[in-house]
C-alpha cells in the first residue's frame, strides 16, 4: 500500500551537486520522521540526514554543512540537496519512511546510485 521511490541519482564530478528526491505514495496517517541513508559494499548502511514532522533536521558528521534535507508536504516529497561532492559520497542511497501510530512502520524505496567521480 505504502510505496517509496527515489530518484536524482546519477554520475558526478567531485565538488558538483546533485538533488535526490523520495516521494511517498499510498495511505499513511503519520509520518514521524523521514530520512536519508546510503551503503556500499565496503560499509553498513549509514544514516546521513533526517527530518521530522516538525522539521527538525539531522545529519551525519561526514555531510553537514554540505547536505540539506528538506520536505514538501503538499507533493509528498522528501529532498536532499547535495553540494560539494566528493568521491567518498559514492553510495547508494535510500529513503526511509517511519511512521509510528500504535507501533512502528518503516518503508524503504529502492535506492538510487550516486557515484561521484574525482
Known amino acids: 500500500q505504502v510505496q517509496v521511490v527515489e530518484s536524482g541519482g546519477g554520475v558526478v564530478q567531485a565538488g558538483g551537486s546533485l538533488r535526490l528526491s523520495c516521494t511517498v505514495s499510498g495511505t499513511i496517517f503519520r509520518i514521524n520522521v523521514m530520512a536519508w541513508y546510503r551503503q556500499t559494499p565496503e560499509n553498513q548502511r549509514e544514516l546521513v540526514a533526517s527530518?521530522?514532522?516538525?522539521?527538525?533536521?539531522n545529519y551525519a558528521d561526514s555531510v553537514k554543512d554540505r547536505f540539506t534535507i528538506s520536505r514538501d508536504d503538499a507533493k509528498n516529497t522528501v529532498y536532499l540537496q547535495m553540494n560539494s561532492l566528493k568521491p567518498e559520497d559514492t553510495a547508494v542511497y535510500y529513503c526511509k519512511l517511519t511512521s509510528s501510530v500504535v507501533v512502528t512502520s518503516t518503508y524503504w524505496g529502492q535506492g538510487t546510485q550516486v557515484t561521484v567521480s574525482s
Open positions: 527530518i521530522t514532522s516538525g522539521g527538525n533536521t
